[in-house]
Nanobody, 124 residues
Framework: QVPLVESGGGSVQAGGSLRLSCTTS????????MGWFRQGPGKEREGVALVSGDGNIRYADSAKGRFTISQDDAENTLYLQMNNLKPEDTAMYYC??????????????????GGQGTQVTVSS
């Protein structure tokens, strides 16, 4: 079992910010591909951002310029800083990990291991 513990969701008004966190083991943090996907009400799953075990970061077009992945190596924690949130960002956000150092695929929702998800609600 791969531990992935998410936190940081909540409710904000449009234009606000939230930071999600995903804490895991050192092995996963340094060797796996990790990423975030979301699923809003009535919407399809959407990859948001991912980071490879060697530090390469990729963002979905919807996240570019507003969302930022950062990492705390001491705490084996991945963060997703979300700024200028919009109502369409309302969704459950999930952290997932895959035993693939270089993130060779972008379907984050299909990665092998996942957390319980955290709800983000943005009101207009």
């Amino acid at each position: 079992q791969v531990p992935l513990v998410e936190s940081g969701g909540g409710s904000v008004q449009a234009g606000g910010s939230l930071r999600l966190s995903c804490t895991t083991s050192k092995v996963v943090y340094t060797s796996y591909c990790m990423g975030w996907f979301r699923q809003g009400p009535g919407k399809e799953r959407e990859g948001v951002a991912l980071v490879s075990g060697d530090g390469n970061i990729r963002y979905a077009d919807s996240a570019k310029g507003r969302f930022t992945i950062s990492q705390d190596d001491a705490e084996n924690t991945l963060y997703l800083q979300m700024n200028n949130l919009k109502p369409e960002d309302t969704a459950m956000y999930y952290c997932r990990a895959d035993p693939d150092l270089v993130c060779s695929r972008y379907d984050v929702w299909d990665y092998a291991y996942g957390g319980q998800g955290t709800q983000v609600t943005v009101s207009s």
